[in-house]
């Protein structure tokens, strides 16, 4: 089906407007996956903030030109997917994932930063840890020594505390 001018412009226009915001770009060829195996992709990058789209190449050349994702303009030929997400690593991780359990789904490559990624590239970045994960790790780095100086503070004083002999109770004496 063909579009027409302004539907072009349209589709045009909200690419850009997604290359603008996205941080990286994932090109996947498609070829010969079902319905119900592009559902459970679409279904899964949505969840994870990706927003994939199948998109003809000329209007993503078009879309991209001038942006950061303008270094894989040349690789933009046949059937393909592309994945535009805000977080780094999230459209390498949804769709390197996804291309583990379908051999259908081939990696052409990507963007990241204004460079561009081959195969190895996206694999190598849906491997990095997503950003909640750097995140807990960075503050139970920060946490640690924190943590481990109030162990040995709370030893030292049950230490200093088992030297001692406990106050006596004096027992309560019930009025008459």
């Known amino acids: 089906m063909s579009l027409n001018r302004s539907e072009k412009e349209a589709v045009i226009s909200d690419v850009t407007s997604l290359a603008a915001k ?21 279904n899964e990058a949505r969840s994870k903030g990706v927003s ?9 050349r078009r879309a991209v030109a001038g942006s950061a994702f303008d270094v894989v303009a ?11 997400s805000e977080d780094a690593v999230a459209a390498a991780k949804v769709v390197a994932d996804f291309a583990k359990t379908n051999d259908k789904l081939v990696i052409r490559g990507g963007a990241f930063g204004g460079k561009a990624l081959d195969v190895n590239g996206v ?17 139970g780095l920060m946490q640690s020594p924190i943590s ?5 503070l709370a030893a030292l004083a049950e230490k200093r505390g088992e030297g001692q002999a ?3 109770v004096e027992p309560e004496v019930a009025a008459a």
Do not use: H
Request: aromatic share 4%; glycine share 4%; charged share 20%.
């Open 166 to 168: 406990a106050p006596a």
């Open 74 to 84: 040349d690789q933009m030929t046949g059937p393909l997917i592309y994945g535009f």
């Open 123 to 139: 694999k190598q970045l849906a491997n990095i840890p997503s950003k909640e994960v750097l995140l807990a790790q960075l503050l």
């Open 52 to 60: 994939l789209s199948v998109l003809k190449n000329t209007l993503a």
């Open 22 to 42: 996205a941080q990286t770009l994932v090109i996947a060829e498609y070829r010969g996956i079902t319905v119900a195996d592009m559902t459970k992709l679409r």
């Open 148 to 152: 481990r100086t109030a162990r040995v």
